[in-house]
């Protein structure tokens, strides 16, 4: 849709991100650790960042072992992302440290941990370890850090922003809530964390669902056919 209206909607045509299913797997989808939950990306605004300092006192309030791990660059004012790409609305970007101070620090120091950034065998180990991915975004394109969790069998819990909302269906392979909507967030995080069943049924089939659409071998497929046709 950032094309309507620039370029005839019959000459556009969409060919999503590929990925090694072998290399992002998980050989034990089911072994990993309890209540750990994964966030990796710029720890920002924008990410979702601080809405997700913000729920989890109400986590842990529920699950007291509750991990938030986080891996990425800690950004600080928001540089290139200003509305939510959802609604247009402009936003008004909370200081990360701040929200750490409010939320965290003193409180549930405990539960967090920061990993820095991250090498790719590293960030492997780190998904197949947790129990969900998050990145509540306010804005993405198609993110590969989601796909990869996908791959490695792990529930993601995102926005429905760039090509999340297609990608991502609530209740299949994760659960999807609206940009901001910091309830919602802490609600999905709640149900994941406390339904095994749900969570192990998309742990089962979330690799299976990336081999079948976004494995190399059929982007490129797909991408074949596409140039054949010019």
Request: hydrophobic share 40%; charged share 25%.
């Amino acid at each position: 849709d950032q094309f309507e209206g620039l370029i005839p909607s019959e000459k556009i045509h969409v060919v999503n991100n590929m990925i090694d299913v072998e290399k992002y797997s998980a050989p034990h989808p089911l072994e990993y650790k309890q209540n750990r939950c994964f966030f990796m990306g710029h720890l920002s605004f924008a990410k979702g960042y601080c809405d997700l300092l913000a729920v989890v006192g109400d986590v842990v309030k529920e699950f007291p072992t509750a991990e938030f791990v986080f891996a990425g660059y800690q950004i600080a004012s928001e540089k290139n992302i200003f509305r939510d790409q959802l609604t247009g609305k402009v936003l008004t970007a909370e200081d990360p440290k701040k929200c750490y101070d409010t939320f965290i620090a003193g409180k549930f120091e405990s539960n967090y941990q920061y990993l820095g950034p991250i090498g790719e065998e590293q960030k492997i180990k780190e998904l197949q370890n947790c129990a969900v991915f998050l990145l509540p975004s306010y804005s993405e394109g198609f993110s590969m850090a989601v796909l990869e969790a996908l791959s490695i069998s792990r529930p993601v819990i995102c926005t429905p922003v760039g090509a999340l909302g297609e990608v991502v269906r609530s209740g299949e392979n994760g659960i999807v809530v609206q940009p901001g909507d910091r309830k919602a967030l802490s609600e999905a995080i709640r149900k994941i964390l406390g339904d095994t069943e749900l969570r192990h049924k998309m742990m089962l089939s979330n690799h299976e669902y990336v081999c079948s659409h976004f494995s190399k071998e059929i982007i490129a497929e797909r991408l074949l056919s596409l140039f054949q046709t010019l």
